[in-house]
């Protein structure tokens, strides 16, 4: 093609017009335009004949009527009675809880991970390159089929749920410092873990369960104070910052941060109470009572899917670390600047720019990987409109179509934001 | 420092002796001194010992110390009988191995299920030997002529051979028969995809990037469903497409999409000057691509393109969501034989199918490695 568009440059050949490369190539599309258009209208005539034989119902008027089954784990309400369309709601939110939980728990161990593996220290690096090579190498299914089939299926009952937490860590300290029983520190220990069990959670084959967290009346108080202290840095942020473009000097804004995020927050929390009360769950009889019980479908599913993804994120950390020359650093060091300065204004937006557009689209892998769920019964969305309502309305064609939609417009909502990012980030560095 | 008395005292006039260099200590020396430097890096370094300590420890007992080896049913691996903790409950992989391997493949015709399997291997192995001469040659043998070999030898029903049909196969068959359709029923439409979306012609372009970006967008379980259920009402009524081909166009489609893209980036490392030189010689478009950018490119991105091999390969484990028994589905249908219920059956065969996984996986990333350690020292630009 390109030798055709430089064999244009000359004066247009006489003769006949086949020769003309312009010509041609509208030639050439038309007929592959029209090609493919007779090739879609012969399906689109399949599809009529194949479902006005075998007597499917076709549009989208299924969205409308009672769905008839249960689902284990809604956001919103929901009964059997309610209708498709709110199963497509409550698939959609799980799928969304699923993203976001798994999203956060991915970046922060592949961000410690991809750090650990360009550790000057020897045994630390080398455990980071075993998890990053162990996962990336074996299927993700294998991954959530394990943890849910292997780990959280041999789990024992809820009389023996494993208690997780500071306490039952304190408690085996104690109990191993039980020589010391005449200092008294063991008891101690275990009076601290009293005070402590509320917030344990506790694994059992039902799932995980945490304790319910409610708000206490002073907790709206401090709520509106720690906003009141964010609003101030934000303007303490904006001066200081105007300051030193005028002045040159410096703010130790780090410090009147730590001040007003923690400091104010953990002052307000001991005049006031703590803002929020633990609800612990209870053991009656066979089960719990109390808490929030979290389907071992989810846990599973976000186990694999973070840990999954985080040896993704971690070779992308990695790799953008890596990229930021050695020379942005020597220079930052001679111009004067401190370890810490030249890591937060040279280093990391740096490595930022090259780490953030592989890393969207590893948050967008996380979230088509969760359609993985259908495998072991987590009612995304995926598996309530592809396994149980397209099992009784028989309308493949449109709950497929629908779910492809909703994966097609994340995915290009997200490309989107990424390309209009890139080209922002390339604007600012010339 | 030599000093020069005849001009200023502090500028030297002589050349400077060389230090010597200081003795530097092995590698290994210096690995091991960095990692007690500083209370921070023995901490660090005490806890990565203690967590490989509990991960390694636990693990070889269960795969080696504690496995039971010989059995025949599932009291062989119960503790009760054993008289200690049991680990792996390795009898349950060899009495279940042919289901892994072949799914329901008749047993008598299995032997050409391990034809196929060595025939391919003998075509793979000079094929990725870079020093093998015949390439040409060898990769015709192998992308064209030994797929025709494997669908008679596999599906059979001429030549004498029973016909086999894809319902009963199963296990590794199925993963390998995926994989290698998926890779080389996808490569010659990625090609196609990849030149249309650098295309100069608008419609053309604007199709492949439509194509591309759909099948990107949306997850491979969709696609194979959408095979599954919705390619039959696109087809005329009067034609019945066979389950596991339903999949393998599903598939095929969707990593298309993907190595369109990786061969997009080797078409665009070709510098201009490659095009231009050929259009002065006169090729037209197919020439150009066909002997002067293609061949470059793609031998470019072979270490990308043996990655998305890689994905392909672990991806073949989703067929299970459609119904088709692979190796991992194989296991997972195992796990509910009550002859091998035991509590160590779970795990033993997890440990055996992520073994398989691993061991191919790790073995074609360390491949693209070596490819492209090789290529970055042959080809300099």
Known sequence: MTSESQRQVGPPRHGSAIHDPRIRAIFYQVVFLVAVLWGCYQLGLNVSSNLETQRIATGFGFLGQPAGFAINQTLIPYSETNTYGRVFLVGLLNTLLVAVIGVVFATLI??????????????????????VELIRNLPLLFQIMFWYLAVLGTLPQPRQSLELGVAPLLRRLAESLGALD??????????????????????????????????????LVTAAIVAAAVAALLVLRRWARRRQEATGETFPLGRAALLLLVGVPLAAAVLLGSPVSLQPPELRGFNFIGGVRLIPEFVALVIALSTYTAAFIAEVVRAGILAVPRGQTEAAMALGLD???????????????????????????????????????????????????????????????????????????????????????????? | ???????????????????????????????????????LNTALTLA???????????????????????????????????????GACWPFIAARFDQFMYGFYPELQRWRVNAVYGLGLLLLAPLLIPAVPFKRLNALAFFVAFPAFAYVMLVGGRLGLPYVETRVWGGMLITLVITYVGIVASLPLAVL???????????????????????????????????????????????????????????????????????????????RGQLEGAAALGLGYWKTMGLVVLPQALKHVIPGLVNSFIALFKDTTLVLIVSMFDLLGQIRSAFADPNWATPVTVLTGFAFAGAIYFAVSFAMSRYALFMERRLNTDIRL
């Open chain 1, 110 to 131: 592949g961000f410690v991970v991809g750090i650990a593996r360009l550790s000057p220290n020897w045994l630390v690096a080398r455990l980071a390159t075993g998890y």
């Open chain 1, 182 to 219: 005449a200092t008294g520190i063991p008891a101690a220990l275990n009076a601290l873990a009293e005070r402590l069990a509320p917030a344990s959670l506790y694994l059992n084959n039902r799932g995980l369960i945490l304790p319910e967290p409610a708000v206490t009346p002073g907790g």
């Open chain 1, 339 to 430: 370890r810490r300065r030249t890591l937060r204004l040279i280093v990391v937006p740096q490595a930022l720019r090259i780490i953030v557009p592989p890393l969207t689209n590893q948050y967008l892998n996380l979230t088509k990987n969760s359609t993985l769920a259908a495998a072991i019964g987590y009612p995304d969305l995926f598996s309530v409109f592809a396994g149980s309502a397209l099992n009784i309305t028989g309308q493949a064609i449109e709950i497929i179509a629908i779910i492809m939609a909703v994966y097609l417009t994340i995915s290009l909502a997200t490309s989107a934001v990424m390309s209009w990012y890139n080209a922002r980030i390339q604007l600012a560095e010339r």
């Open chain 2, 1 to 39: 420092m030599a000093s020069a008395p005849a001009r200023s005292s502090h500028i030297s006039a002589g050349a400077i002796a060389p230090r010597p260099r200081p003795p530097e200590p092995g590698r290994l020396a210096a690995a091991l001194s960095r990692l007690f430097a500083g209370p």
């Open chain 2, 48 to 86: 990565s010992a203690m967590v490989l300590a509990a991960l390694i420890w636990p693990t070889l007992r269960f795969l080696v110390l504690d496995a039971v080896w010989d059995g025949a049913s599932r009291v062989d691996c119960l503790e009760e009988t054993v008289g200690r903790p049991v």
């Open chain 2, 193 to 271: 995809l990849a030149l249309g979306r650098r295309s100069d012609l608008p419609i053309i372009s604007a199709m492949a990037i439509a194509f591309i970006e759909f099948w990107r967008g949306v997850p491979l379980v969709t696609v194979l469903f959408f095979a599954t259920y919705m390619l039959p009402f696109f087809l005329p009524a009067d034609w019945s497409i066979d389950a596991l081909a339903r999949v393998l166009i599903g598939v095929t489609l969707f990593s298309a999409a993907y190595l369109a893209e990786v061969i997009r980036g080797g078409l665009q490392a070709i510098p």
